[in-house]
Every structure is written in C-alpha cells, then in structure tokens.
C-alpha cells in the first residue's frame, strides 16, 4: 500500500523539452505557456512523430516554439 | 501567514536552508485550489490561486492559476478528502488492495479530487531519504493531501542538465525551482531560469 518505488517518473522527455526551451532563452513564464501550447497542439490533433503517443522531435519542438513565441532560437 | 518572507525578494541558488524554502512557500496559505491540469509530456501542473486568461488563441480555453505548481521530476501522491480510502497517483488510483486503475491524468482533470474551492492550509517541505532532495507536501481544507517526492534519474548523459525535483509559478513575478538535490533558487520568473546543476 502506499509504496512509492514502482512510480517511474519518465524524465527523458521532460529533458528534450527543457533542452530545447534553453535554445530559445524561453523564461519560466514562457516555457508555461509553451508546455500548455504543446499540450493543446495534440489535443486537437497536431501530434508529433517522435513516438505512437504523438510526442514531438527536436525539430519539431523548435518549429512549434518558434510558432508559440514569435521567434527563433537564440 | 507569510511572517517576514517577502515574496517579492529574489533568492540566488543555494543549497540547503529548508527553513528558508519553507518560508518562501508560506505565500501559498489561503490560496484557493482551482484545478489539476496536464501539460506536455504528460506532467501534472497544479493550479492555484486566481484564474488567470492566456493572450494566445490556442490557449484561450485553457486559463492558469496565478499559482502553477509543477511536479517535474518528482512522483506524487494526492489523497482525497472526498474520497479518503483513495490515493491518485500518476498511474491511477491506490488503495490498500488495489495498485492502479490507469487513470489518466485527462482523466483525472475532472475528476473533483480536491474540492473545488478548497484553499491550502498547509505547506511544507521534507528531506526525502532515497533520493536527496526536497520533497512536499501540502494540505487543503477539505483534508485532502498532496505529497510530491524526489525520483532518481537513472539515465543521465555526460554534461546533460538534470531536471528539477518540482517548481512554483508565482504571482509575484518570481519562481521557485526545487532541485536537484538540496539546491533551490527563488529568481525572476521573466528571466531565463538558472541551471542548479
């Protein structure tokens, strides 16, 4: 009951993502927001090809930044 | 009761000093719970305080807290005042004799885990002892409880940036980042966060 050790916490693709915010300078108000963005993409159906859940490539996630803030990475 | 912490000081990264972190999270009593919200990938944000509209319009149904909790790296545990035999958790749900239903976290968005309107009443952070690091807890009125602990990350590439145990949105333009390990920092939130580590 209660255990917590089966809990994997997959940090791999919370990694990418947080890599490529850096490339854009995004502010943690930004990077809020740019999650949120994401998120709302594959719900209506913009998904990635990075993986059968839809998450985003490198590329992609750049491309989709640069959508969300107006700009290109630093 | 915030006592003498002023939220709209900046604290530079250090490390340790729970009593200081402790104190920087008192900003968070009498904040009303709003909702539970998933963002990319698929990361529990926990939404406090005032409803606060997004400019974008693909964001324009999906307003935020004036408080965002987000548990990044860390696993969590939500037991509910409603339903108190029930522990949420990522993969779903836990009681004594189940482990999991799958519920998943869209699901659980509108699930009335915490009751609305419910405000904290407690927070607070401990030491975890599996993997250093500052965990949390906090409470609510309707006796429900969140508990946020460090995880390990078991695969880590030379030079790569590891990611924080859990960080806090404010509405003082600043930002909390718990982790890695015992290091955290209370910085601008419009300024590019600073790598703790």
Redesign the interface.
Known sequence: MREWGEFFVDKQEKKQLRRIEDEFGMTPDESQIFRDYLHECKEQGERGTKNLKGDFTDDELRERAGECLGRDSE | MIGTFNPQEIIEPVEGMPWLLNDCLQQLIGQPFLFF???????L?VHFGTPMQ?A?P??KD?P?GSF?L?V????W?IASGENGSG?F???GV???NS?STGTTLTVMEKQQIVRPGSVVIGVETYIASEVPGFGLIVDFSDRSRMVL?P?P?H?VNDG??L?PDW?L?TPNAR?L?AGPGLKWAYT??????KSLT
Do not use: C, M
């Not at chain 2, 919200?37 to 990361?43: D, H």
């Not at chain 2, 601008?188 to 966060?193: C, F, H, K, T």
């Open positions: 919200r998933e963002t990319y990938p698929e990361e944000t997004r974008i693909k964001l999906r935020r965002v987000s990044s790296g860390s696993a545990h522990w958790t990522r993969s836990i009681d004594q482990r602990k995880t990350d695969d790569e940036e990611l960080e949105l930002f980042q601008p939130s419009d300024q590019p966060r």
